[in-house]
């Protein structure tokens, strides 16, 4: 995937940076197919630059933090999306839709008469939760496996939001022709596969455990809604997924804690290791979110685990985050023993459409 929009700093503050976070998440919804969404965020973005009032807006325009770190547009266009969705608002029923509309007009009346409503949506990062990006962290495992770790995997996910990838061993895969998972599967995932097929290894998933600062509980309707609301609207197989994950997760619910993300790792990283297993550290578009000072310090627990780490009780890191260098998604991977370099396994889609396998550069 290749997006016109240009490389800032993704931590820059300042007016400049969230008329230019609009801009860029336009450019961006566009590139991953959501011409729909980037409508919403255009007149939105036309909305902030503009000289209307009200206590939304103005919210907007005075943003204290990191407004492209922070997905500042998307959390707007998710307070727009949860009115649409339940049903609340029929004027943007033609928005939604793709048909004509004075979308400026009828935004900038939402903002002002449902501002008691979407004010909250602003006070915390969008939930992405996305089952299709499971396919990226199996094809990492089976990556780790061929590298000769031992195929018997704890996974630990930080940012699991809902927990949908906490039960990827629950799915089923075809990637390029290597068939993971089990054959009465709640979901079964197909991306689009370019280049060689990953390696075919038999790999077993002994556990799993995640942490979010605010996690959602998909059996309470109204955080599902939230949820929901911050899939893009053209991907329509995305809401199929997530109805089948909340099944999934009604019937045995992920194992999901509510702590922020080093915390977390060096608890984890704490408890003892079953001998013949791999502990695997694993993220998904959720990187940026995490203060630098918890990024810090999950760095160095994670290089001092891994100078402990024994081809019995082995380490590793998987990450599917956005490379704002070169504008795209990278399935990164590394593991102790070994030097802990970080190794380019993929370019993958956000949300797991296609996968580009195969290319295998050290980053450092």
């Not at 290089?303 to 704002?324: D, H, K, P, S």
Request: hydrophobic letters at 45%; aromatic letters at 6%.
């Amino acid at each position: 995937m290749s997006a016109p929009y240009e490389f800032v700093d993704i931590q820059a503050r300042g007016p400049e940076m969230v008329a230019r976070a609009f801009g860029n998440q336009v450019e961006y919804c566009r590139a991953a197919g959501a011409p729909i969404t980037a409508r919403v965020v255009a007149a939105l973005g036309a909305l902030v630059a503009g000289d209307a009032g009200g206590a939304v807006l103005t919210r907007v325009r005075d943003w204290p933090g990191a407004p492209l770190a922070d997905a500042l547009p998307l959390r707007l266009a998710g307070a727009i999306r949860a009115l649409h969705l339940a049903g609340e608002e029929p004027a943007l029923t033609p928005i939604y839709a793709d048909e004509p509309a004075d979308d400026a007009g009828v935004l900038g009346d939402l903002l002002l008469r449902r501002e008691a409503d979407i004010l909250p949506w602003l006070d915390g990062p969008p939930q992405t939760n996305e089952v299709g990006r499971s396919a990226g962290l199996i094809a990492a495992l089976l990556w780790l496996a061929d590298q000769g770790l031992p195929p018997r995997f704890e996974l630990l996910e930080i940012g699991s939001s809902a927990g949908i990838n906490l039960m990827l061993s629950r799915y089923r895969y075809d990637l390029g022709g290597v068939v993971v998972g089990p054959d009465k599967a709640a979901i079964q995932l197909t991306p689009e596969w370019q280049g060689a097929p990953p390696p075919d290894c038999s790999i077993e998933i002994v556990s799993t455990a995640g942490c979010d600062i605010a996690p959602v509980d998909l059996t309470d309707p109204a955080q599902a809604l939230r949820l929901k609301a911050y899939v893009w609207p053209e991907h329509r197989e995305r809401f199929a997924r997530i109805d089948a994950a909340i099944a999934e997760a009604t019937r045995s619910p992920p194992d999901l804690v509510q702590m922020n993300a080093a915390d977390f790792v060096a608890q984890q990283l704490a408890r003892p290791q079953a001998e013949g297993t791999t502990r695997v550290l694993m993220h998904s578009i959720v990187w940026q979110y995490v203060p630098d000072d918890q990024q810090a310090r999950i760095e160095q627990v994670m290089a001092a685990a891994g100078a402990a780490a024994t081809a019995g009780n082995a380490l590793a890191w998987v990450a599917l985050e956005a490379n704002r260098v070169v504008h795209h998604h990278e399935l990164v991977g590394r593991h102790w023993p070994g030097d802990g370099t970080p190794h380019r396994l993929a370019r993958a889609h956000p949300h797991g459409a296609w996968i580009g396998w195969g290319e295998f550069d050290r980053l450092v």
